[in-house]
Each structure stands twice: as structure tokens, then as C-alpha cells.
């Protein structure tokens, strides 16, 4: 008779998503660029606002030597927001020490120019009106379907197969 070995057990999490991942994976990167913090990158729309976090990025966080805290934020903006950045100074500290708890940065850095953007999200196209005479035509068909909540999802399939059968095919 021979022994089986016991089989290692696989530990693996599955598949995670990116947004999880990342910051772990990318803090070494950003640790030597002056991020301790990855979230200041991560999370800058949210800290400063959509229409700011557009004209701004974030370059750096430096702190002064053995210290976590009152560091520089170093910042690249449009020239024609940084004068606004001077004016928003004490808020945007304020906000970025409130979202991490205590008094990570004393000052910002401006430096004008290009910011990088983030990529821009597609608008979602139109939904298409579905005519009532197959808006009909579908709950006639979907009528002997037992279920209520089966007979819902049919039909909710069949208007959107509907709404992508007349919203006009763009050339590619």
C-alpha cells in the first residue's frame, strides 16, 4: 500500500479587483517620488473637489527630515488656476489634513503647468424610446411567462434589445 501525500491546501484569494490591489502594489513606485501617502493620488478628486482635481495633480508630498507631519505638497497646475490654488491654500490644507486625520501638510508648492488628467470617461449614449406598439407587442409575448419576477426581467430584456435596435449605428 502506498500513502498518499496530503495535498497543500490552495490559499489564493481569487480574482480581487484592481481599485484593491493597487495602492499596495504602487506604494513602492510612489514612495520614491515622495508619496508615503498614496492616497493623496488616489483619492485627490474627492479631497479637493472634480473641477480642481481636473487642473491639478498632485507631484509630491515631502516631509521635513524624521518627521510625518507639516510636509509640502508639491502641486502642478494650469496657469490659469494656480492663482485660485493661493487663494484656496488654507482650504485645500485643511481638507487634505481632514481626510487623513491629522496635520499631514503645512504647505502647498504651486508649479505651473500641465496637469495630468485622468482619462476621460465616455458619455453614455441616449436611450432610444421604445414605441408603445412594441412596448405592447413585448408584454404580449411575455404574458404566459409564470413567474412575475422572470415575466419583469424578460421583459425589461426585451426593451433594451428594442432601444438598441433603433438608436442609429454610428460608422466606424
Not at 141 to 165: I, M, N
Request: net charge positive.
Amino acid at each position: 500500500m502506498t500513502s498518499k501525500s496530503p495535498k497543500t491546501k490552495w490559499r489564493g484569494r481569487g480574482p480581487r479587483a484592481l481599485a484593491a490591489v493597487l495602492p499596495k502594489a504602487a506604494e513602492p513606485a510612489l514612495r520614491k517620488r515622495g508619496f508615503s501617502a498614496v492616497e493623496v493620488i488616489t483619492h485627490w478628486p474627492e479631497i479637493v473637489g472634480v473641477e480642481l482635481a481636473a487642473e491639478t495633480s498632485p507631484e509630491k508630498l515631502s516631509f521635513p527630515r524624521d518627521a510625518r507631519s507639516n510636509g509640502t505638497l508639491h502641486l502642478t497646475a494650469t496657469g490659469s488656476v494656480a492663482l485660485e490654488l493661493q487663494h484656496l491654500e488654507p482650504i485645500i490644507i485643511e481638507r487634505i489634513n481632514t481626510y487623513f486625520g491629522y496635520g499631514a501638510v503645512a504647505r502647498i508648492a504651486l508649479k505651473q503647468g500641465a496637469a495630468r488628467k485622468a482619462p476621460a470617461t465616455k458619455p453614455k449614449p441616449e436611450k432610444a424610446s421604445v414605441s408603445p406598439d412594441r412596448i405592447a407587442e413585448i408584454n404580449h409575448h411575455t404574458d404566459q411567462v409564470g413567474p412575475e419576477p422572470l415575466r419583469d426581467a424578460l421583459r425589461k430584456l426585451g426593451t433594451a434589445v428594442a432601444s438598441a435596435q433603433v438608436r442609429p449605428q454610428k460608422d466606424k
